[in-house]
């Protein structure tokens, strides 16, 4: 197995798995995440590029309705594309016009090898249509067909920094994108990790609220620092619940199993067992990390052993 940067765990599986379960449980709800069309979700995305996802969506319908296909942007009247992009305050005019040059370039089968109304389906390919780069056409190759690499924007590579304690450097952080996406599953891990990104380890994480599935291995989670390349000073953190709950981790990564007033001490300095910071609050700890299934306990001869759960 290829040595990566960071400190990737060597059970990838079981991170991609936990990933996948956690975006198929639950995730924000947004249409363009119900299609596959591509002309549909470069709509989506090329409005995405300055502006909140939350208002992006009334947008979005109402372009789709007033122009459902590539065919009837194509034949629409670039001054209209350009005015509706203004009243919605969707940033720099000039995207209105790339996308319409491209509706236009795949209805008239501008691009070379594929026929009028049909779609590239490549990354490499899609960026022949005017005005989409490297992202975009990734995206749409993701979402559309399956057949996209793995992302890697602000928010990915925020959380391969902090999870697997990935160098801030553009290479190393596509090695171990690509190294973690599982073959052929563009779609479902780009859409899972940007949402990672996006709800549980924004600027301020949400680690626990959150419920982020990579917090058995993340070294952020585990040490506290939870500064990244587009976080430059360290959020509040120190003597919080969150950060008590990954030194329970990160102490039970080193035992087979501690008893409680052995656990204790590892992860406050003034832990007493029948003080504010004893046995009833550390129970609560792993009370919580056990419902979100990372820590179980049981009782042995009266007294409590935490362990991590296999």
């Known amino acids: 197995m290829t040595d990566l940067p960071g400190s990737v765990p060597g059970d990838r599986e079981a991170v991609r798995d936990a990933l996948v379960a956690w975006y198929e449980d639950d995730h924000r709800e947004f249409p363009w ?3 596959d069309d591509p002309y549909e ?9 300055q502006t909140q996802l939350g208002r992006v969506v009334e947008a979005w319908e109402a372009f789709l309705e007033r122009w459902p296909t590539a065919a009837d942007l194509a034949a629409a009247d670039r001054a209209d594309v350009v005015a509706f992009w203004t ?4 940033g720099y005019n000039n995207r209105a016009k790339y ?14 090898g594929f026929e009028p109304g049909e779609w590239p389906r490549s990354p490499e390919a899609l960026q022949e249509l005017h005005g989409v780069g490297p992202y975009t056409a990734n995206a749409v190759a993701s979402f559309a067909f399956n057949e996209g690499d793995a992302v890697v924007d602000t928010n990915v590579k925020r959380v391969l920094y902090r999870a697997f304690d990935v160098p801030d450097d553009d290479a190393a952080f596509e090695a171990v994108a690509r190294a973690l996406m ?3 599953e563009s779609r479902i891990w780009n859409n899972a990790i940007m949402e990672l990104g996006g709800v549980a380890c ?4 949400a680690c626990d609220g ?4 990579w917090r058995e291995w993340c070294h952020a989670y585990e040490t506290g620092d939870f ?3 587009d976080v430059p000073t360290q959020p509040e953190f120190e003597g919080s619940r969150r950060q008590m709950r990954g030194r329970v981790i990160s102490t039970l990564k080193e035992y087979d199993e501690l008893l409680l007033d052995d656990l204790g001490p590892r992860v406050r300095v003034d832990y007493a067992p029948d003080g504010e910071h004893g046995r009833e609050w550390l129970r609560g700890l792993l009370s919580d990390l056990s419902d979100d299934g990372l820590v179980e306990t049981d009782e042995r001869d009266g007294e409590t052993v935490a362990r991590l759960r296999r």
Do not use: D, F, N
């Not at 979700?41 to 590029?49: D, F, G, K, T």
């Not at 319409?100 to 795949?106: I, K, N």
């Not at 924004?202 to 994480?205: G, V």
């Not at 959150?210 to 599935?213: F, Y």
């Open 227 to 229: 500064t990244a390349p």
């Open 182 to 184: 599982p073959e052929g």
């Open 210 to 213: 959150e419920s982020c599935p």
């Open 202 to 205: 924004e600027k301020a994480p």
């Open 87 to 90: 009243s919605h305050s969707l």
């Open 99 to 112: 996308l319409h040059e491209s509706a236009r370039q795949v209805t008239e089968g501008e691009v070379e």
């Open 41 to 49: 979700i470069l709509v989506s995305e090329v409005m995405s590029q």
């Open 33 to 35: 995440r119900r299609t």
